[in-house]
């Protein structure tokens, strides 16, 4: 593989990892959505098709309410089963970590698939699909949880059985459509996912035991996202996709930026920038009511100032690279100026790994410039035969990993024992 072959991936892996680890300031459904229409948008910026650049805004959403949904599972308490020092528990920890990081990355490399894979000729049932999935996701949840009675995370919501019934009716849907392109992205984007959140619990470890001064479960969002982007560029670079443009609707494309531009920035203001949320986040210090009063106003005037940008340069003429490029940072800059709000800019708070995140968008603004007008990877038709090795070799690695840990340290606060 070429350097400039490499590129793309690594853009694309910067976008989501920087989104991704700004997301730790919101969490929840509505902070991973926002994450995720950054990767979609990197990921269609990156292909240097102009055939793509009409369906970006589709494709953010696929990529908003793929890793959006997943963001409905809990995870607190697998994090602190990784944290044990012995072996059960600490391979059960970082091996459902691996699950859940692989869940956000299946239902979000799969839906943006999908987007790509849609013609005129062969369409997506988006009816049929959203369907399936639904009781997809209720049949398993009842089975696995209602009936069985297996809980990863007790006493916490076990919303990980409906992700995960969802993500396998979706499976079943692409293999009956002999739908193989979105199929191999859903497929890297599990492995890069689950991968990234199993290591990056790792890495999150070894922080605490070195005692680095370092927000290091930052380190463990960052993780997911770098290595979740990964898989969900290469399956997609690698690839077979239909070369004929599809028209977009007007209106798709609309509906596609209300939701992206407005919905979900107010969702993420209401749940985390109003006034409340920023009183009790600065804490008790002087003039904290004023603080959280001025933090809040700016906060409402940056995602009106972002939604009014994004609205004109998207909606003035037909969607090209110039426009992806717009939207992607728009979103990635207000994303992190309301994430130093959130944090206490105001109160002269600006911890590092917020200029860590500045970092990461200049070099994401460099790697742009170097990038090729078009992917020339060679594109692979068939999913490769031997994906069946792929699970025991990941159990294998997430083995290593606790070991690894165990062996490291001691009792370390947070820790949990599920056995």
Not at 79 to 106: C, E, K, P, T
Not at 122 to 136: D, F, N, P, Y
Request: positive net charge; contains cysteine.
């Amino acid at each position: 593989m070429k350097i400039n072959n490499l590129l793309p991936i690594l853009f694309v892996a910067l976008c989501l990892a920087t989104a991704w680890a700004i997301r730790g300031q919101f969490g929840h459904e509505q902070g991973a959505a926002w994450a995720g229409a950054i990767g979609g948008t990197a990921l269609v910026i990156a292909s240097g098709r102009e055939d793509w650049y009409p369906k970006m805004l589709l494709v953010a959403l696929a990529s908003a309410i793929g890793l959006g949904a997943g963001g409905m599972i809990s995870y607190g308490q697998v994090v602190g089963y990784g944290r044990s020092d012995d072996f059960l528990n600490a391979y059960y920890g970082l091996g459902m970590l691996f699950v859940i990081g692989g869940l956000f990355g299946l239902l979000g490399g799969g839906l943006v698939g999908l987007v790509l894979d849609s013609t005129e000729e062969k369409k997506v049932k988006w009816g049929s699909l959203m369907a399936e999935m639904t009781a997809g996701g209720i049949l398993c949840y009842y089975f696995l949880i209602q009936q069985i009675g297996f809980k990863m995370t007790p006493p916490r919501s076990e919303a990980w059985a409906v992700i995960l019934g969802a993500g396998m009716a979706m499976i079943w849907h692409m293999a009956r459509e002999n739908r193989i392109a979105p199929l191999r992205v859903a497929m890297f984007a599990t492995l890069g996912g689950g991968l990234g959140f199993a290591f990056g619990n790792f890495l999150q470890i070894v922080g605490n035991v070195l005692e680095i001064p370092f927000n290091m479960w930052n380190v463990m969002e960052y993780c997911i996202g770098f290595m979740g982007g990964t898989g969900m560029a290469y399956g997609v670079f690698s690839s077979k996709w239909p070369h004929k443009p599809t028209p977009t609707k007007p209106w798709c494309n609309k509906a596609a930026l209300v939701f992206l531009i407005v919905f979900i920035p107010l969702i993420v203001f209401r749940e985390s920038l109003a006034y409340s949320h920023m009183l009790r986040r600065l804490g008790a210090s002087f003039d904290v009511e004023k603080i959280a009063t001025a933090s809040t106003a700016m906060a409402a005037l940056l995602l009106l100032a972002m939604a009014l940008l994004l609205w004109v340069k998207l909606t003035a003429q037909k969607l090209g690279r110039s426009q992806c490029v717009w939207f992607l940072f728009g979103l990635l800059g207000t994303y992190t100026a309301v994430s130093y709000l959130v944090s206490g800019l105001l109160l002269g708070n600006s911890p590092i790994n917020h200029h860590l995140y500045v970092l990461n968008i200049l070099a994401v603004a460099y790697i742009l410039g170097k990038i090729q007008m078009q992917v020339k990877w060679q594109q692979i038709k068939t999913l490769p035969e031997n994906w069946i090795w792929a699970i025991p070799v990941v159990l294998v690695i997430v083995a290593f990993l606790a070991l690894i840990a165990i062996g490291i340290h001691g009792e370390l606060p947070g820790a949990n024992e599920r056995f």
